[in-house]
């Protein structure tokens, strides 16, 4: 299935795969499965910074689905779809 992933706030990651949207044939079916086939295809400074230690999503990063669903951290298996469009972003606070 054809998936779009977008990144913001992310201008390593958007250097390191070449654009800020991009969209990728993905075989799997779930929003970690899309996440890890990304470190898979892009190496380990994506890896770096897309998740923690512990292999999970990094807290810092939100995902959002279709721009409509924002995906917890306890739903990362979340099945997709063909055409769904992944925004990947960095949610910074500050004052």
């Known amino acids: 299935m054809a998936i779009t992933v977008e990144f913001l706030s992310l201008p390593n990651v958007v250097k390191m795969v070449g654009s800020k949207t991009i969209t990728i044939d993905f075989s ?3 929003v970690e499965g899309l996440i890890l086939e990304l470190t898979e295809k892009y ?3 994506v890896q770096q910074f897309l998740l923690d230690e512990t292999g ?5 990063l939100k995902v959002l689905r279709n721009q409509e669903e924002w995906i917890q951290s306890d739903r990362m298996q979340r099945p ?3 055409g769904d469009r992944i ?3 960095l ?3 500050g004052g």
Request: glycine share 10%; aromatic share 0%.
């Open 28 to 30: 799997g079916q779930t």
């Open 87 to 89: 925004t990947i972003m």
């Open 43 to 45: 190496g380990r400074k």
């Open 91 to 93: 949610l910074a606070a």
């Open 80 to 82: 997709l779809e063909d």
């Open 56 to 60: 999970r999503l990094d807290m810092m």
